[in-house]
């Protein structure tokens, strides 16, 4: 946007030296330096809040890094390059274990029980996807899969996923899968990456 910030509304030849100066000269000069300052401030506010930072603002509230929330806001013709993707350990699974879309790309898990995952903040009308790494300590569990969702397309080639069940049966060992939808979570895609089972 333009600035509207004016330094020509300013008169800067304005006291002039040995002679009577008109006051209405040094008002116009004290309302139009006011006025500045007011543009200058607005304009500050919405660089504050509107710009991408790389570290947080001096005196700021937020943590020592800039968290950037571009709020949905398109991001075009971008050339990324070092580009790291957030990756959150999940430790120990038991029983039910949320998969927070919108806080990693990449999720590990390790677990000797069975489990069922549950996804939110999938986004409706774009493609998310996750990355899950699962590490199957002792014994054969099952992972039972979003039972909400109306059409799991399930990872073709992969002799762990049961269909019927809706749910991966894991022996011990190393496995990651990327899971992708469109439409919210309703259906959901899984992708195998890595199936490595441990040797006895």
Same mark, same amino acid.
């Given at each position: 946007?333009?600035? %509207?910030?004016?330094?020509?509304?300013?008169?800067?030849?304005?006291?002039?030296?040995?002679?009577?100066?008109?006051?209405?000269?040094?008002?116009?000069?004290?309302?139009?330096?006011?006025?500045?300052?007011?543009?200058?401030?607005?304009?500050?506010?919405? +660089?504050? %809040?509107?710009?991408?930072?790389?570290?947080?603002?001096?005196?700021?509230?937020?943590?020592?890094?800039?968290?950037?929330?571009?709020?949905?806001?398109?991001?075009?013709?971008?050339?990324?390059?070092?580009?790291?993707?957030?990756?959150?350990?999940?430790?120990?699974?038991?029983?039910?274990?949320?998969?927070?879309?919108?806080?990693?790309?990449?999720?590990?898990?390790?677990?000797?029980?069975?489990?069922?995952?549950?996804?939110? %903040?999938?986004?409706?009308?774009?493609?998310?996807?996750?990355?899950?790494?699962?590490?199957?300590?002792? %014994?054969?569990?099952?992972?039972?899969?979003?039972?909400?969702?109306?059409?799991?397309?399930?990872?073709?080639?992969?002799?762990?996923?049961?269909?019927?069940?809706?749910? +991966?049966?894991?022996? !011990?060992?190393?496995?990651?899968?990327?899971?992708?939808? !469109?439409?919210?979570?309703?259906?959901?895609?899984?992708?195998?990456?890595?199936?490595?089972?441990?040797?006895?």
């Amino acid at each position: 946007m333009a600035s %509207n910030i004016n330094p020509n509304s300013i008169d800067n030849t304005y006291p002039i030296a040995g002679q009577d100066n008109d006051s209405q000269g040094f008002r116009d000069n004290f309302t139009n330096t006011k006025s500045n300052f007011e543009h200058s401030r607005d304009e500050i506010d919405d +660089l504050q %809040n509107n710009a991408l930072l790389k570290n947080a603002l001096s005196g700021s509230a937020e943590s020592a890094d800039a968290h950037n929330n571009l709020d949905g806001t398109m991001l075009t013709s971008a050339v990324m390059k070092d580009m790291r993707l957030p990756v959150s350990l999940l430790g120990n699974a038991d029983g039910t274990t949320e998969i927070d879309v919108s806080t990693a790309y990449y999720f590990t898990l390790s677990t000797g029980v069975d489990i069922e995952l549950v996804f939110i %903040n999938f986004i409706n009308n774009f493609i998310n996807k996750v990355m899950i790494e699962i590490t199957v300590e002792n %014994n054969p569990i099952e992972v039972t899969l979003p039972r909400d969702a109306q059409n799991t397309i399930g990872p073709t080639g992969s002799s762990y996923y049961n269909a019927g069940n809706n749910s +991966l049966e894991l022996p !011990t060992g190393v496995f990651i899968y990327e899971f992708f939808s !469109t439409n919210g979570g309703s259906t959901l895609i899984i992708v195998p990456v890595v199936e490595e089972v441990s040797t006895p």
